[in-house]
């Protein structure tokens, strides 16, 4: 498993630098620069934008400012923002990312707690009442974009109900402790919900089918054959080969949380990375923009290793070395 990992490792290098190329190119390839653009004030000398967009390398042959970005990010340098004039990319996210991360955690709970469960039921009572139910609500939650479901959450739990609140992170300043773990908790649930259930309805799919393939194999009539009773037969054999393609889902689904949460954290104005993306998109402030892309690709290659690893906790007959 230890030379598995290491490999696995070294070969994040070459995949880093081609994720690097490919962030740095699309946000090159982006029209105009942070100085163009309808916002800036006519009275000024284009010659001074000019002049800074000397200083700032933006007229330096393409490659010529990749290399420059390419070497300050591996020394963990990402840049000034070019919107919050001064300030490092790296404050700037750093002051989100644990927003974004509880966020994404939560979203992940909501999913497996739900999702899981419900496909276990779903297939142990095939074509029942419920299972048509769940069928009903996995197609309305795929077909039902994000935007529009925190949209009609707001709406219906917060003005209607006002059991949540519709934005922020907490309400109250001076809270600390119990009370303040408890509102940051009632500010996640609308997003993290939203943003979950997204996932709930494709992985309640998947979970169920998966079953329904295992229970079919030979190995589980033999274990019914011997005696074994129907839950340990169902949670002992069944349910451990029917969670490795989950397994690899799962492996991909923290990065795409943290794509998706873009769209949520701006629908409930959640001071996360989402906000700060659309923030640098309307702004054209490239460092930040390629930071966050960077950030979310490293989360893709990270969740593929942990997915290989959890392979050969859920089944022992997997070995790496």
Do not use: C
């Not at 946000?27 to 620069?33: F, H, L, N, S």
């Not at 490092?88 to 989100?96: D, G, K, Q």
């Not at 649930?189 to 939203?194: E, I, K, R, S, Y």
């Amino acid at each position: 498993m230890h030379k598995y990992i290491t490999r696995r490792i070294l070969q994040f290098i070459p995949m880093l630098f081609v994720i690097t190329i490919i962030v740095f190119g699309l946000a090159k390839a982006a029209p105009g620069d942070p100085l163009t653009g309808e916002r800036l004030d006519p009275r000024i000398d284009p010659a001074v934008y000019e002049e800074r967009r000397e200083a700032l390398g933006l007229n330096d042959p393409i490659h010529i400012q990749y290399w420059n970005w390419l070497s300050s990010v591996a020394t963990g340098d990402f840049g000034t923002s070019l919107q919050y004039t001064g300030r490092p990319v790296l404050e700037l996210i750093t002051a989100r990312i644990w927003n974004t991360l509880y966020l994404s955690l939560f979203a992940l709970g909501v999913t497996l707690a739900i999702a899981i469960p419900i496909g276990i039921y779903s297939a142990t009572k095939k074509y029942s009442l419920f299972d048509y139910g769940a069928t009903t609500f996995a197609f309305l939650g795929l077909a039902t974009p994000n935007f529009f479901a925190g949209l009609l959450a707001i709406y219906v739990f917060s003005f209607l109900f006002g059991w949540f609140p519709a934005q922020g992170t907490s309400t109250t300043i001076g809270l600390t402790g119990f009370e303040l773990f408890i509102d940051k908790l009632r500010h996640l649930v609308l997003p993290g919900f939203t943003l979950g259930l997204a996932s709930t309805a494709a992985y309640m799919r998947y979970m169920r089918t998966e079953i329904l393939e295992v229970k079919g194999s030979d190995f589980i009539r033999t274990a019914h054959a011997k005696g074994l009773s129907s839950q340990s037969v169902l949670y002992k054999h069944t349910l451990r080969n029917a969670l490795i393609p989950i397994i690899t889902l799962l492996g991909l689904e923290f990065g795409t949380l943290l794509s998706g949460a873009v769209i949520t954290e701006r629908v409930f104005n959640y001071p996360g990375l989402g906000t700060l993306f659309i923030g640098a998109i309307s702004n054209r402030d490239y460092p930040v923009i390629m930071a966050i892309n960077l950030i979310l690709g490293v989360s893709i290659l990270v969740g593929n290793l942990l997915a290989d690893i959890f392979y050969a906790i859920v089944d022992p007959r997997i070995r790496y070395d």
